[in-house]
Every structure is written in structure tokens, then in C-alpha cells.
């Protein structure tokens, strides 16, 4: 069994920042990419960033240059530092993690933090 559990949701003003945190733990061999995606309600889910192994990452076209993923792998940690923050940007951000346990790959999803952006 896998856990993830997210923190730093909340509400802040336009242009403000926020950091969500996204912590693993359990039963796996090793962690391969992870990543933030985020549900707006009436919209699909959408990828917000990823993150390999390695420490290469990868944007949705909406948050370049306003958002930074970076991870922790000695804490099984993934960060997304949110700054410039928009209106448009409200939802709830879902953490997801794919990793490897019985030689097997799988995946797995927080249970969400919701970010509103809002004056």
C-alpha cells in the first residue's frame, strides 16, 4: 500500500504564491516520476507538472515560467511553488506518483488540496 499525503492548498490573492508539498510513503521499490495535475470544476483534469527521477520536468503551457516542480527523493517529496498566481489557476491540485513494487510499475493519486485564487 501507498500513501501520498498533500499539503498547502489554500486561498490567496491574485499574483500571490503558494507551495503544495506531496509526501510518499509505504510499500515500493523505487519512485519513478511524479507530478501535480489539477480539476477545475466543469473541466477536464489537466497536467500541471511533472518530474522525472532524474530531475528532468515538464510543464503545462498555462504555468511555465510561474511554476516550479522539484522533489526530494531522500523524503520520497514532491513540491510545486506556485507564484504569479491567477484566477484562472483555482482547482484542485492532485498529486501522482508512479513507482515500482513486485517488479511491477503503478501509479497512485493524493487525495487532492484545493488552490482558489480569488480577491
Known amino acids: 500500500q501507498v500513501q501520498l499525503v498533500e499539503s498547502g492548498g489554500g486561498l490567496v490573492q491574485p499574483g500571490g504564491s503558494l507551495r503544495l508539498s506531496c509526501a510518499a510513503s509505504?510499500?515500493?521499490?523505487?519512485?519513478?516520476?511524479m507530478g501535480w495535475y489539477r480539476q477545475a470544476p466543469g473541466k477536464q483534469r489537466e497536467l500541471v507538472a511533472s518530474?522525472?527521477?532524474?530531475?528532468?520536468?515538464n510543464y503545462g503551457d498555462s504555468v511555465k515560467g510561474r511554476f516550479t516542480i522539484s522533489r526530494d527523493n531522500a523524503k520520497n517529496t514532491v513540491y510545486l511553488q506556485m507564484n504569479s498566481l491567477k484566477p484562472e489557476d483555482t482547482a484542485v491540485y492532485l498529486c501522482?506518483?508512479?513507482?515500482?513494487?513486485?517488479?511491477?510499475?503503478?501509479?497512485?493519486w493524493g487525495q487532492g488540496t484545493l488552490v482558489t485564487v480569488s480577491s
Open positions: 518530474i522525472t527521477s532524474a530531475g528532468m520536468t
Open positions: 501522482n506518483i508512479q513507482y515500482i513494487r513486485g517488479g511491477r510499475g503503478q501509479g497512485a
Open positions: 509505504g510499500s515500493f521499490f523505487s519512485l519513478n516520476d
